[in-house]
């Protein structure tokens, strides 16, 4: 069976003959997520991930609620996840930090993480690079980096972030990177982490080696 593929064209960049949404202004990320996940996609890709020939057929075996291959730059998302967690929360406009607060509140939820490794996976130069990089989107970084202190109580000395949990030492890079290193994806090593702490076993389903 051949997947549907629907674009989300916010940038009116797209020249390809998949069919297209066009929205009349940019829609933001979590946004446009929302309405791909309203369209019953299921595997959403952002525009500057290339995938492996077996990424996307790997990620729809997964029997995971949400299933990265690479972080929320390519993840797969199911009915039941949107039940448990919700949508994506569409006040982080245009970028920067809902990926953060969606990883938090699916770790929350206690729901299992999924994870496809694919070395074929490409992440080419993207648009919401690191706002020291680009001064014009540095009011959007600190705008959501200020929403996602106040939602999740996140204060200066690195606790709050799940009100009535005391936060471990090996807590604190986590919370760290979150302050400042959001616009790099959350690693491995601190993904399993979170979750351990929070009492939940992440999983890896498919492994993909190059040339296999």
């Not at 604190?172 to 076993?201: F, M, N």
Request: overall charge neutral; proline content about 7%.
């Amino acid at each position: 069976m051949v997947p549907r593929i629907l674009v989300l064209d916010n940038g009116r960049s797209y020249q390809g003959s998949h069919p297209t949404l066009l929205p009349e202004n940019n829609l933001g990320v979590a946004t446009s997520w929302n309405i791909l996940w309203d369209h019953q996609c299921d595997i959403l890709i952002n525009s500057d991930i290339r995938v492996g020939k077996r990424t996307i057929e790997m990620m729809a075996q997964s029997d995971s609620l949400i299933t990265m291959a690479y972080e929320y730059g390519l993840f797969r998302v199911t009915p039941e996840l949107k039940v448990r967690v919700g949508r994506f929360d569409e006040r982080f406009w245009p970028c920067y930090w809902e990926d953060i607060d969606y990883r938090l509140r699916v770790a929350r939820a206690g729901v299992e993480v999924g994870s496809v490794i694919d070395p074929e996976i490409e992440h080419l130069a993207g648009g919401s690079k690191c706002y020291r990089e680009s001064p014009w989107m540095a009011p959007f970084w600190v705008a959501n980096e200020g929403k996602t202190y106040r939602k999740w109580g996140i204060d200066s000395s690195n606790k709050g972030i799940f009100p009535g949990k005391e936060v471990p030492d090996e807590m604190h890079p986590i919370v760290e990177h979150i302050h400042h290193c959001s616009h790099l994806p959350l690693i491995p090593d601190y993904q399993a982490t979170l979750l351990r702490w929070l009492g939940v076993k992440p999983k890896i389903e498919y492994q993909c080696k190059t040339g296999k």
